[in-house]
């Protein structure tokens, strides 16, 4: 069976079971992210963005280590999603044993903590924008424990690491590419 990505239909059922507005810009700066890493590597935009829209789309509704991101796979594989997509998914959950191979793997679980890790870092500038974002004051706030600090640090670099990048490097390029979709994500900042 043959598959093509059909990015409505993936934010169709984002939006099916993601509610929370914060949840969905997450899954929008994810896919921001990817989607740059894509046409920077050559892989299928179209399959990666479907992937980084859906790979936290059932933690709203299972949250818990033992069913996120499991159900929602169990979800994708309904749909007719192909392993590509529910593998890379798996992958970026560190705790699901399903190692990172692929490019998209790698860059999946990269920019999944880094695009909060970025947007957290614009809003709290006075300008509240992407924009005027440089990479060398988000990796400063990296080291201030107290920002943030939900965010693993050590996700961070290891996914920095995984793409074979140093750490400034990839935020430049996450900033990059939420400075495109800057509307969506609510990083323009004040008018």
């Given at each position: 069976?043959?598959?093509?990505?059909?990015?409505?239909?993936?934010?169709?059922?984002?939006?099916?079971?993601?509610?929370?507005?914060?949840?969905?810009?997450?899954?929008?700066?994810?896919?921001?992210?990817?989607?740059?890493?894509?046409?920077?590597?050559?892989?299928?935009?179209?399959?990666?963005?479907?992937?980084?829209?859906?790979?936290?789309?059932d933690y709203e509704r299972w949250p818990s280590l033992e069913e996120h991101p499991y159900r929602g796979v169990e979800i994708l594989a309904q749909h007719g999603y192909p392993e590509i997509v529910t593998r890379a998914i798996?992958?970026?959950?560190?705790?699901?044993?399903?190692?990172?191979?692929?490019?998209?793997?790698?860059?999946?679980?990269?920019?999944?903590?880094?695009?909060?890790?970025?947007?957290?870092?614009?809003?709290?500038?006075?300008?509240?924008?992407?924009?005027?974002?440089?990479?060398?004051?988000?990796?400063?706030?990296?080291?201030?424990?107290?920002?943030?600090?939900?965010?693993?640090?050590?996700?961070?670099?290891?996914?920095?690491?995984?793409?074979?990048?140093?750490?400034?490097?990839?935020?430049?390029?996450?900033?990059?590419?939420?400075?495109?979709?800057?509307?969506?994500?609510?990083?323009?900042?004040?008018?």
């Amino acid at each position: 069976m043959s598959w093509t990505p059909d990015r409505k239909a993936a934010l169709a059922l984002l939006h099916e079971y993601t509610k929370s507005e914060s949840l969905r810009r997450h899954a929008y700066a994810v896919d921001a992210a990817v989607r740059g890493y894509a046409r920077r590597m050559g892989g299928d935009e179209a399959v990666w963005s479907v992937t980084a829209l859906l790979h936290d789309f059932d933690y709203e509704r299972w949250p818990s280590l033992e069913e996120h991101p499991y159900r929602g796979v169990e979800i994708l594989a309904q749909h007719g999603y192909p392993e590509i997509v529910t593998r890379a998914i798996l992958s970026h959950a560190n705790y699901s044993g399903v190692s990172r191979d692929s490019p998209l793997e790698k860059v999946l679980y990269a920019c999944d903590e880094m695009s909060g890790f970025v947007t957290a870092a614009a809003l709290v500038r006075p300008s509240k924008s992407v924009m005027d974002l440089e990479a060398a004051s988000v990796k400063k706030k990296i080291k201030d424990k107290g920002f943030a600090r939900a965010v693993s640090r050590e996700d961070l670099i290891q996914g920095a690491e995984g793409l074979g990048l140093p750490l400034e490097t990839h935020i430049g390029n996450v900033i990059e590419s939420l400075r495109e979709e800057a509307d969506l994500l609510g990083l323009r900042g004040e008018p």
